[in-house]
């Protein structure tokens, strides 16, 4: 079964409008996140970057205690964020890159050239018990270097495939990649999760991919629920959900 983890990170990003610096205010993440998984979501993903536009400490403190199926942590490879994941304890942490120009996380994370550190970094949260995943572009390359680091997963970036959506010979190039990428790191034992731009129109084309465990969704669906509400909107992306066989 494609199981659904929902990005609350827009929720604290419409809060942060009104509310910067202060640790009250509507909407409230927490809340979200109970009540996407009241709507059967199979998991929390929330960002705490390293500005903290969006998604506060105080915020991942409270999840950590409401979550009650998996909280994914994503993050940069820093040495504070190291130290406050293995603080907080995530069931996973998904190492991504940051810049703090871009509006949202808009590349995959250089595993190839980074190595060594992302192996020290993998060590830490497999000592602890924290599994790891790594938010990369579906390029061989980073493949093969996620399954070095020892990663348990990877996140394949699908921003790509979402913004040639609308141009058919493009996207099919795209989703070519995302297939090839997922056949080549189930081959190497990694599990494979996807995320980044995914909507209610382009994820039924996604299914030609292969070996998908779990999607990470956030902005589509916080969207479509200033329309109908969260329940419905986590409803109606699982309903969707069900139609995934693994892929072509």
């Given at each position: 079964?494609?199981?659904?983890?929902?990005?609350?990170?827009?929720?604290?990003t419409l809060r942060e409008a009104r509310y910067r610096?202060?640790?009250?205010?509507?909407?409230?993440p927490v809340d979200a996140a109970?009540?996407?998984?009241?709507?059967?979501?199979?998991?929390?993903?929330?960002?705490?970057?390293?500005?903290r536009r969006h998604i506060q400490d105080h915020d991942m403190t409270r999840l950590r205690k409401a979550v009650a199926t998996r909280l994914n942590m994503e993050m940069a490879n820093t040495p504070a964020m190291v130290r406050f994941a293995l603080k907080l304890r995530p069931e996973v942490v998904c190492l991504v890159p940051e810049?703090?120009?871009e509006v949202t996380t808009e590349g995959g994370l250089d595993a190839a050239g980074q190595l060594a550190a992302l192996k020290r970094t993998v060590k830490k949260f497999s000592k602890a018990g924290i599994e790891v995943s790594l938010f990369i572009t579906p390029d061989a390359d980073q493949v093969d270097a996620a399954?070095?680091?020892g990663a348990d997963f990877i996140e394949l970036h699908t921003g790509q495939f979402a913004h040639h959506f609308g141009n058919a010979r493009n996207r099919q190039r795209e989703l070519n990649r995302l297939i090839a990428a997922a056949t080549h790191a189930h081959g190497l034992g990694l599990r494979v999760n996807a995320g980044h731009g995914i909507n209610y129109e382009n994820l039924p084309t996604l299914f030609a991919v292969p070996h998908l465990e779990e999607l990470n969704i956030g902005h589509s669906i916080i969207s479509r629920a200033m329309s109908v509400g969260l329940p419905k909107a986590v409803k109606e992306m699982l309903r969707i959900m069900k139609g995934y066989r693994g892929g072509a």
């Amino acid at each position: 079964m494609l199981k659904l983890g929902v990005n609350i990170d827009h929720v604290a990003t419409l809060r942060e409008a009104r509310y910067r610096d202060q640790k009250v205010g509507e909407p409230c993440p927490v809340d979200a996140a109970i009540t996407a998984e009241g709507a059967g979501a199979h998991g929390i993903t929330a960002h705490p970057r390293e500005d903290r536009r969006h998604i506060q400490d105080h915020d991942m403190t409270r999840l950590r205690k409401a979550v009650a199926t998996r909280l994914n942590m994503e993050m940069a490879n820093t040495p504070a964020m190291v130290r406050f994941a293995l603080k907080l304890r995530p069931e996973v942490v998904c190492l991504v890159p940051e810049k703090r120009e871009e509006v949202t996380t808009e590349g995959g994370l250089d595993a190839a050239g980074q190595l060594a550190a992302l192996k020290r970094t993998v060590k830490k949260f497999s000592k602890a018990g924290i599994e790891v995943s790594l938010f990369i572009t579906p390029d061989a390359d980073q493949v093969d270097a996620a399954a070095k680091s020892g990663a348990d997963f990877i996140e394949l970036h699908t921003g790509q495939f979402a913004h040639h959506f609308g141009n058919a010979r493009n996207r099919q190039r795209e989703l070519n990649r995302l297939i090839a990428a997922a056949t080549h790191a189930h081959g190497l034992g990694l599990r494979v999760n996807a995320g980044h731009g995914i909507n209610y129109e382009n994820l039924p084309t996604l299914f030609a991919v292969p070996h998908l465990e779990e999607l990470n969704i956030g902005h589509s669906i916080i969207s479509r629920a200033m329309s109908v509400g969260l329940p419905k909107a986590v409803k109606e992306m699982l309903r969707i959900m069900k139609g995934y066989r693994g892929g072509a």
